[in-house]
Structures are given as C-alpha cells and as structure tokens.
C-alpha cells in the first residue's frame, strides 16, 4: 500500500529557533499534501493544504508567515515552524492525496516540544 | 465552512458489547465519510469510509450508516474487543482525496 513518511519522529528545539518537519510520499506521486497538528487529547485540525508548484492554502487563523509550507517536487513537502515558541508544542501529521486510489494516506507524525 | 460534532467523547463497554459512535456536519456540499482509529502516539488509520450515494457500508465487525438528509453519520462497531479500545475520529470532506474536517474524537475503551 502506499507509504507516508515524517522525518524527524520528534524534535526538541529552544524558543525562538525554526524547525523544518519533511513529509514524503514513497511509492507514490501526491500533488497535494495536507497538514494537521493535534495537541494532546484533541482532534486534528487542518493548517494547510500544500500543492505541488503552487502556493500553500491555510485555514482560517493559520499564521502563513509562521508556518511555511513548501511543495517542490510530487513527493515532498516540508513545513517549517519558524520562531518557535512553547505554545507551538504539538503533534504535526501530514497526509498525502493517493491520486488514482483518491484516499488520503497519513504520515507518522511528528512531535515537537519548544522549550 | 465545514463543522463536524462528534459524541460521545468518551464511550466504555464491556468486551463483546456493540459500541456506536455518531456525528454531524454542516455542509451539505460533503459527499465522503472516513471513521478513523488512532492510538496513542501514533498516526489515524482509516477503519471504513463511506459516500453520499450509500446508506449504509459494513466490514466484519465494522458498519457505518449515513442519513443524508439529516446530515449525520454513525460508526458501529459489534462484538468488541479490548484491541478495539482507542480513540475514533469521524470526518467529512467535500470528496475522498480533498482535505478532512474532523470530528472532536471518541475515547472507546473496551473493558475485558
């Protein structure tokens, strides 16, 4: 079946630093790509919908200058928290529009802690 | 936009009993449905899906009925087991490859 990856799994970084989280799609091509972040015991919620060559759609109340969201190639988009702060703490997940099979195919997850 | 209620948030039976899990949306414009169970730490896997022009879809121990026209859809899950134990989220999108709109979640524990 098709294959999402994260890297990394889990970072720590000190506040006011930036973090790029990778997603691939492995054995497949995904012209869009989705990402979510879930704090502990909730649900996900959608940032952004990444699209390959185009520019990032964010959802409402999503800062675009503070989480930057590049598409380059059919199968990668990163996301990078830029000036992280405590409150950034969160499960990162993206997922992957799986094209002919039209289902969406979850990554990982990444953790991230700011301290 | 999109928005998705999902009750309970917290469900516990006993092992061998059904489970039903039940959500709401908003747009009428959303034709797709996934259940999805995640485990703590770990990423949602897709348990069952449904779209609009179906009323009902089951898979062994795992059924999912849609009423369109209320705009609600339910997960059912029979003879349940303590591996069934997680947290269930519902979801709606406008078709099978466009973004989610989640549900709040549903923490099912199965007692043995």
């Known amino acids: 079946g098709a294959v999402v990856s994260q890297h990394p799994s889990r970072v720590i970084c000190k506040s006011g630093t930036s973090v790029k989280i990778e997603c691939r799609s492995l054995?497949?091509?995904?012209?869009?790509m989705f990402w979510y972040r879930q704090f502990p015991k909730q649900s996900l919620m959608l940032m952004a919908t990444?699209?390959?060559?185009?520019?990032?759609?964010?959802e409402q109340g999503v800062e675009k200058d503070k989480f930057l969201i590049n598409h380059a190639s059919l199968t990668l988009s990163t996301l990078t928290v830029t000036s992280a702060h405590p409150e950034d703490s969160s499960f990162y997940i993206c997922?992957?529009?799986?094209?002919?099979?039209?289902?969406?195919?979850f990554g990982p997850g990444t953790r991230l802690t700011v301290l | 936009g999109e928005n998705v209620e999902q009750h309970p948030s917290t469900l516990s039976v006993q092992e061998g009993d059904s489970a039903v899990i039940k959500c709401t949306y908003s747009?009428?414009?959303?034709?797709?449905f996934p259940w999805y169970k995640q485990e703590l730490g770990k990423r949602p896997q897709l348990i069952i899906d449904?779209?609009?022009?179906?009323g009902e879809k089951k898979d062994q121990r795992i059924a999912v009925t849609l009423n369109k026209t209320a705009k609600h859809f339910s997960l059912h899950i029979t003879e349940t087991q303590p591996e069934d134990s997680a947290v269930y989220f519902c979801?709606?999108?406008?078709?099978?490859?466009?973004?989610?709109?989640f549900g709040q979640g549903t923490e099912l524990s199965v007692k043995p």
């Open positions: 990444s699209n390959e060559g185009s520019k990032a759609t964010y």
């Open positions: 997922s992957a529009d799986g094209g002919a099979t039209d289902t969406q195919y």
């Open positions: 979801a709606a999108s406008m078709n099978q490859g466009g973004k989610l709109i």
């Open positions: 449904i779209r609009s022009n179906v």
């Open positions: 747009d009428s414009a959303s034709n797709y």
């Open positions: 054995d497949f091509q995904a012209t869009t």
